[in-house]
């Protein structure tokens, strides 16, 4: 059985402790095939069989570990309701619960803020004016002032600070602590032994009646604002992606006779009419059929320059109209719109996770609980070593321990460089399937490329008929075009538009087969027509010998096409296929980057060779199968080096496939972009480097995340604890440690939003 794949948007998450906890329970639910978490985004994305586990039984898990599921509300919306339209609606309630969870946040960390200010003020920035600290507490009374820090203590521990205790209980009893544990208990012992001293002071002794309600108070208030900060800054890192659905039209002008009508984009059906006015956003997929006009196409070339929109071309929803007015046939609509899937791609990558990930989450499955022991063993080690003090000292250093360990900055590490560079990625009209295809890109040593209609136009024009002798040009042409027809290939389209230009009407054809890297094939009435390759005719029996002398002619970067009618060599069709105006560039600038080009092509070795040469490439495969594409990526891999294949046929699946990450060209076939991890939404090769710098740009962005987590923690931990208290009498303080925590989580965030002004050379 197939298995179902849901996503699910949680609440509560904090941690890389808590995405572990998340896949870990879910890992255990049977039936659960897979469950990936991600922090930065907040969701599951979870794979069941439905025969054995139900939605509501993996919500329970979830809520059962202490989380919360957003739950989809029914507003009624019809059976026709397109599952586009109602991915909107459920993107509107999640930014709309997230909004709430930003307020209910802002409202909880500015509570904080009031209460502890009065302690902070005068316990840490009036201790830096000793005379005036000293003022303060004689004239309100050194006791006076510590019942009045209690009572805002507790004010501040059991009102903003409640949800730590009950996320970090909840994980403590599931044996699986988190950040909300390490701030329970660190709050939890510093405002204990407050309080103790506060009310009992004689049961202590001398110089360990201290109070600490400011570092218990610093903890709770930074890590609130910290988180604050954080929610801010996720919010920007997935902004791409919002204005990307937000793109499209909610309603159209259909076109229906001599009146037209406003009807919502979720209704639209291909085939319909729409017009299309100044400055209006194209709703769905289609074709020009009246009109003309410049259209910004910008969200899907990452291009400024408005493209000239004539009747028969395509047009993308999305895509802004400049100047002009014109009517469209709808031809895509839906979630099958170039839109769609461009939105529905960048979720699938933003909330993959990345091999770098996977070993971060590892490391953060075993960091708390080891934190909990080291901050176990400070105590311990300091109540039994710290002189006169020992108590008081031993309950600081286990305190800041707890607290700069927080994995808060491991777990966005990742994920905010993913979220944010799959986001810019799209806006550069370059899609990541996922982030492991992202990771992959930046270290490929060769990019192999197919020839047609990735270096090349792919929109070639017939150069060149010749025909066997008993043959009469225009039936025969009739002929060929009526079989290709039925063809994707770029070649089969030339011709159609050849007996199109002379008028030809088509036969109609049966028994049509298509063979990849050979040609096609039908029947018009009682003859057999065979078009394609000249491999194919070999295989017919098919001589034409005599057809290539009569096409000598014929360029060396031409293609041939042949035809041959019940067996019998009838035609050779001579085809220019244009290179692409930024092919060179795009070769330079992969070698710029240190990456080989190849060129592997199904067209014939002198045609492979003619464009290798003109762009600059050393090593050309011709006259390949679709076979031999793959093989020739697996002789590459045999070699030791990363392999990039890019192509936009049904005939590069295979290739697209093999490759360590296939990239697909805008404009291909579907199963070329379904067989490839990186998907180019415009046919220009020059954003492939584009987005090979960026993605490269990523990973530098993951190790500089990974390391200042890794870094922050590995460097205070030690200095928390005390080690080097007793050389240099250098001590952290709870209060600072909660500010470094804080700081180091808005760091990692921070700098992932740089990758949203990349821009490639």
């Known amino acids: 059985m197939k298995a179902t794949r849901e996503q699910f948007s949680i609440v509560g998450m904090t941690c890389a402790s808590c995405v572990r906890r998340i896949e870990s329970g879910l890992g255990k639910l049977p039936g659960v095939e897979a469950a990936r978490v991600n922090l930065a985004t907040e969701r599951a994305d979870v794979s069941y069989d439905a025969g054995q586990v139900s939605s509501a039984d993996v919500k329970a898990v979830i809520r059962d570990l202490g989380y919360d599921v957003v739950e989809e509300s029914d507003d009624g919306a019809g059976d026709e309701e397109s599952e586009e339209d109602d991915r909107s609606r459920q993107t509107s309630r999640e930014e709309q619960r997230r909004a709430a969870d930003l307020a209910a946040l802002r409202q909880r960390t500015l509570a904080a803020a009031a209460l502890g200010a009065p302690i902070l003020f005068i316990e840490m920035f009036l201790m830096l004016f000793p005379s005036v600290h000293h003022w303060v507490a004689e004239l309100v009374g050194a006791q006076t002032l510590r019942m009045v820090y209690m009572l805002l203590a507790t004010g501040l ?157 395509k047009v993308s929803a999305g895509s802004l109209n400049q100047s002009g007015s014109f009517i469209f046939r709808a031809e895509k609509v839906g979630r099958e719109t170039m839109l769609a899937r461009i939105v529905q791609l960048v979720e699938q990558a933003q909330g993959s996770k990345s091999p770098m990930q996977a070993l971060a989450d590892q490391v953060a499955a075993y960091f708390v609980p080891a934190t909990l022991a080291i901050a176990l063993a400070t105590f311990i080690t300091w109540l039994a070593f710290g002189g006169p003090a020992a108590l008081s000292f031993a309950l600081i250093s286990a305190v800041a321990t707890l607290i700069i360990a927080c994995p808060c900055a491991m777990g966005l590490a990742t994920p905010a460089s993913i979220l944010t560079g799959t986001g810019r990625a799209a806006e550069l009209g370059a899609l990541f399937r996922n982030s492991e295809a992202a990771e992959t890109l930046a270290r490929v040593q060769v990019v192999a490329f197919d020839k047609t209609g990735t270096l090349t136009e792919g929109k070639p024009q017939l150069s060149g008929f010749n025909i066997a002798e008993g043959f009469e040009e225009s039936e025969l042409l009739a002929w060929i075009a009526a079989v290709e027809r039925g063809s994707e290939h770029p ?12 008028g030809l009407a088509l036969p109609t054809v049966t028994d049509f087969q298509a063979r990849p890297g050979y040609g096609v094939s039908g029947k018009i009435g009682a003859r057999r027509i065979d078009v394609g390759a000249e491999r194919f005719m070999r295989e017919l029996g098919a001589d034409v010998s005599a057809l290539n002398s009569a096409g000598a002619a014929s360029r060396a970067y031409d293609s041939a096409v042949y035809a041959a009618v019940d067996g019998q060599p009838a035609a050779r069709l001579a085809l220019s296929d244009p290179i692409k105006p930024g092919a060179a560039e795009t070769i330079a600038k992969l070698q710029a980057l240190g990456v080989r080009s190849i060129l592997i092509s199904g067209d014939r070795t002198l045609a492979a060779e003619a464009v290798a040469n003109k762009l600059g490439i050393a090593e050309f495969y011709g006259d ?9 990526v697996a002789m590459l891999q045999g070699r030791g080096e990363r392999v990039a294949f890019v192509g936009d046929g049904i005939n590069d699946a295979p290739a697209l496939a093999q490759a360590d990450v296939g990239v697909a060209m805008g404009g291909g076939a579907d199963i070329a972009l379904e067989s490839a991890g990186v998907a180019l939404m415009t046919g220009d090769p020059r954003a492939l480097p584009a987005a090979l710098a960026l993605a490269r740009a990523m990973v530098r962005n993951i190790k500089q995340n990974l390391f200042w987590a890794f870094a922050y923690n590995a460097a205070l931990i030690p200095i928390a604890a005390g080690v080097l208290y007793p050389a240099y009498g250098v001590q952290l303080s709870p209060a600072l440690a909660a500010i470094a925590m804080a700081l180091s989580s808005v760091f990692v965030l921070t700098n992932a939003l740089r990758l949203k002004r990349f821009r490639p050379e």
């Open 624 to 632: 390949v199968l679709p076979g031999d594409k793959l093989e020739i």
């Open 157 to 313: 521990q059991f009102g903003p600070g409640r949800k730590f205790y009950v996320a970090g209980w909840k994980a403590l009893r599931a044996l699986s602590p988190d950040m909300n544990t390490l701030v329970m208990v660190g709050t939890s012992a510093a405002y204990g032994y407050s309080v103790a001293a506060t009310l009992f002071p004689n049961a202590f002794p001398d110089r360990g009646a201290h109070v600490y309600f400011e570092a218990a108070a610093a903890i709770i208030v930074f890590v609130l604002l910290g988180k604050y900060f954080e929610a801010l800054a996720r919010g920007k890192a997935s902004g791409a992606l919002r204005k990307l659905m937000a793109l499209a039209p909610e309603e159209a002008l259909v076109v229906q006779g001599n009146t037209e009508s406003v009807k919502p984009t979720a209704k639209l059906q291909p085939g319909d009419l729409i017009r299309v006015r100044v400055g209006e956003r194209i709703p769905v997929d289609g074709v020009v059929m009246e009109g003309a006009s410049f259209v910004d196409e910008s969200m899907l070339s990452g291009e400024p320059i408005p493209v000239e929109k004539l009747p028969g071309e």
């Open 491 to 502: 070649l089969s389209r030339a011709i159609l538009a050849a007996a199109e230009a002379e």
